[in-house]
């Protein structure tokens, strides 16, 4: 256990209690006081699971990645067959009481393996090959999410890419080559493939006033929440948009708001700082990983976790459309919280091994 | 397999520039924080307030008005109204589609009061009431959808039934903008008294509305309530009328348009004020339909009329005791002088015609009151001049407002030579004295004015002002005519009823002792050889008769106006026969006086518009119970008009303020 890093268990830990916090706060607003008490089971299982994938060598699940993913793959396909449409989208899997969101674990999968290609080709820059390799591994899974729909998933998978690229180095025509083309693609997406429902919700992001009272409603109560809690909060359990339910899916994509209605900006930037010290943590790792694939894996999974959480709380605070991104950890879902727990075990294995010369 | 370590430096340079970018974004949503939660807060706790907390204003219930007696004129009813509140409306074309499916009101009409409503003002307001209970489960299942509604219990005017008196109470409506800005306790969608009691009495009536603020949840489900402030109850007023009179001349003018306004002549205090034809005042009482409205205003016979402060009659004969007083105070005449009345008199070379065609002989002032002899007062009126008689006619309180509480009053008009040269351009025309010595030209008075002008003459000559709460009237002015001429003028006017030859004797054989005056004023010349019940109703002449009981102690002034009546010893003296008589008659014998007393207009056709409507004429007796209980009247004297002869109908131009008369 020395040999993990302190500050990176100290930032989840610091995370883990707020989201307990917050989530009691959001169950008594709610009338299900099994929400909280649930996603506090979540994170005591997510951070055995943490403890355990430190404990793994990161090098042999990269060389098994091509069979995670290949798994991945078919639960993902077999989604469309054998899952209910709940809520309008085939996003979850039954297993007896639980329901468990594939996409989640998807995305560690894909990291990995997009970590595994990096070690295999170890040059200073990608080549088309290997940026072909990337594309085709990450929009994949990204294109099947994106079916069922979820479209916030979808994007974490597309943060991948351009995490891999980067980190890759790609020389600056297909740069320009690739905006041009995301540029295409975003054209296309919003001609045929968005939703009418979330082609509103980016117009009323664009225009607030749009629908006061529907996706805007909600931008909105959030904004409301947010700068009502002021410096210091309204008090836990004690936030009126929140307890009088102002605030939409405020356990899941909106629990930023909770909390920050309730514990003011004090506690906002706290929970903010300890986000930040973990990605910061993430970033260390990166840097000293031993290897091309712990690297990538850390940098890749540090700059998917710091886009959900800019995108979250910028949807809570107005500044980023509302996408369906939740925050991790915080936000309700097992699978979210055991997926991200899965990943940062295993960053912290890529710090454990570091200096490792075998 | 390589045992050389793979050179990373670039990829942790990429990765150093990659947290560099991330430090950036998150600083970004750091200051953002800052600016929502600190810089913004007091902007954002306004919003959550406003989500949270809901201000329902408390409509304070309007007192109650009881009459003389302690009987309820006007009290409350529960009723549910609907609130609307404006800042919750998403989609006025959704709500009001909502609204219009419920039949709160035709589309437009609903589409105008949610426009007023957002106009107005960011409070909530009152866009229906009176709903239907099922209006309130329709709107009560949907309120999770249009979270901007919300029902509302509070009070409505409620009137006793068969009452009428909707001109005194008077309407309520919608507080207006103007008051709205000098008042700071009224709230928008208030109803407030618009005319009538309700009006003048608001500061009584109205109470102070409260407010209750609750806290709601998203849903729009009240939670809990945060704080209340109670209305308070308007307070309840006690006014001089008497109910069972106002019945008895609402019964008595069943069918009939006019008024009929009766004061104790003593301080002024009204006991009835009714104008026919009425209206539903609970129309008034909430918000008005557009379409009733438009029924209303364009009824020919204008309901909303209040006849007895507001129109403007001829007093033709009636005016005759005030010219009488003013003779013998000022010796024009004294009480010996006489004139012989052959039928028609020749002044200024023209002929003027009394009513009576054979003439009434030899008659002084008391005879000529009591005969209505009208070539007794075209000499009277030759002799005193314009000027005198409309001294003596302002003496009595005409040409000006009574001021009476309710306002709104007309002033009537007292010709002579100054009114003539400034509204008709014109000197006076000595013609027209003659005709305006009987009451007719261009001189005109309200109900009002004549029932206070009587009651100077029976109460020692003192100008009272009418008035319905004690205590808002003001000491009597002294009209300064002599006690002798006004016991003269008495004298005559007791006669009226009790002379053999008095144009109301049918009223003598009441066990009242009634005295008073009638008048018939003439809308259009007289047509030689017609009867009056012949003619069309609109070209009839005007009923009136002003009288007070008891004779010897008078309480009470009765006047009643019927227009287009035709004859007013047949038409108007019954009615005001029948209120003395519940006034002052035996208990036991109300009912067969009623009976016996029963006017002569049942047997005609009643106006055009009321023929038609559901309101029946109400025939307390048929025609052979007259007979049998009345004792016998010379047909030639109940059936013939009183009529006078104005020969120099006035210039159009100058009497802009005269009723319209038809023309033939």
Known sequence: MRRLDPWLLLAVVAIAACAYLAQSSTAKALATPGFANRQIVWLAVGAVLMVLFSFADYRVLARLSPLFYVVTLGVLLALFVVAPARAGAQRWLTLGSYTIQPSEFARVVTILAVAAIAGEHQQSRLDFKTAARLLALTSVPAI?????????????????????????????????????????????????????????????????????????????????????????????HSGTQSQLRFLPAQYTDFIFAVWAEETGFIGAALLLAAYILMVFRIFVIALSARDRVGAVFAGCSGFVLATEILIN?????????????????????????????????????????????? | ???????????????????????????????????????????????????????LPLEAPRGMVTDVRGEVILDNRPTYQLLLFPEEMADAARTAAFLTRIEIAPPEEVHARLEKARRTSHLPSVIADNLAWSQVATIAAHRAEYRELEIHPATRRSLPPG??????????????????????????????????????????????????????????????????????????????????????????????????????????????????????????????????????????????????????????????PLYATGALRDGIRSLSDTIFCTGA???????????????????????????????????????????????????FGLGTATGIELGGESTGLVPDDTWSRKARGQPWYGGETISVGIGQGPILVTPIQMAVAYAALVNGGMLVKPHLVEGRGEPPRPTGFPAEALAAVQRGMERVVAGQRGTARRLGSLPVRIAGKTGTSQVMRKQEGVHWQDLPWEQRHHALFIGYAPVGDPRLVVAVVVEHGGDAASVAAPIAGRIFMRAFGPRAEAQAVTASI?????????????????????????????????????????????????????????????????TR
């Open chain 2, 598 to 662: 029963a006017p002569g207009w049942q047997v005609t056709s009643p106006p055009p518009s009321l023929e038609a409507g559901p309101a029946a004429p109400s025939a307390p007796a048929s025609v052979p119970a007259t007979s049998a209980t009345v004792r016998p009247t010379p047909a030639a004297a109940a059936g013939r008009p009183e009529a006078s002869r104005s020969t120099s109908p006035p210039a159009a131009g100058g009497t802009a303020r005269l009723r319209p008369r038809p």
């Open chain 2, 163 to 320: 009452a009428r008196v909707a001109h005194l109470v008077g309407q309520l409506g919608e507080v207006s903008p103007d008051q709205l800005t000098g008042n700071p306790s009224l709230h928008p969608g208030q109803l407030v008294g618009r005319s009538g009691l309700e009006r003048a009495y608001q500061d009584v009536l109205g109470g102070t509305p409260g407010n209750l603020v609750v806290v709601v949840d998203a849903f729009g489900k009240q939670v809990s309530a945060l704080d209340e402030e109670p209305p308070v109850a308007g307070r309840p007023l006690q006014i001089t009328l008497d109910l069972a009179l106002q019945e008895e001349a609402s019964e008595a003018m069943t069918g009939q348009v006019g008024a009929v306004f009766a004061l104790d002549p003593r301080d002024g205090a009204v006991r009835i004020l009714l104008s026919q034809p009425s209206f539903d005042p609970d129309l008034f009482a909430g918000h008005l339909e557009t379409a009733k409205w438009k029924e209303l205003i364009s009824d020919p016979l204008n309901p909303l009329h209040d006849r007895a402060l507001q129109a403007l009659y001829p007093p033709g004969s009636s005016i005759k």
């Open chain 2, 345 to 395: 008199v020749n002044i200024y070379g023209h002929p003027y015609r009394c009513w009576q065609k054979g003439g009434h002989g030899r008659v002084a002032l008391e005879e000529a009151i009591e005969v209505s002899c009208d070539s007794f007062f075209y000499h009277l009126a030759r002799d005193a001049g314009i000027d005198r008689l409309a001294a003596w006619a302002r003496s």
């Open chain 1, 313 to 358: 709380v910028g949807m809570v605070t107005g500044l980023a459309p509302t996408t369906g991104i939740t925050l991790p950890l915080l936000s309700y879902g097992g699978s979210s919280v055991l997926a991200t727990c899965i990943s940062l075990g295993m960053i912290q294995s890529i710090w454990r091994l570091r200096y490792a010369n075998v």
């Open chain 2, 1 to 55: 397999m390589t045992f050389v370590r793979d050179d990373l430096r670039p990829v942790q340079r990429r990765a150093a520039v990659l947290l560099a970018t991330l430090a950036v974004a998150f600083a970004a949503i750091l200051v953002r924080l800052w600016v929502l939660q600190v810089i913004q807060s007091p902007r954002w706790r306004t919003a959550a307030e406003n989500n949270r907390l809901r201000r």
């Open chain 1, 144 to 236: 099947l999410v994106m079916l069922q729909p979820d479209l916030g998933t979808a994007l974490t998978l597309g943060a991948i890419l351009v995490a891999a690229l980067w980190l890759g180095g790609l020389p600056w025509r297909t740069w320009v080559a690739l905006v041009a083309a995301g540029v295409v693609m975003v054209v296309v997406a919003w001609l045929w493939v968005l939703k009418p429902y979330q082609r509103e919700r980016i117009l009323t992001f664009a225009d607030p006033e749009r629908a006061l009272y529907t996706s805007g409603y909600q931008q909105r109560q959030s904004k409301i929440a947010v700068g009502s809690g002021g410096v210091t909060g309204k008090g836990l």
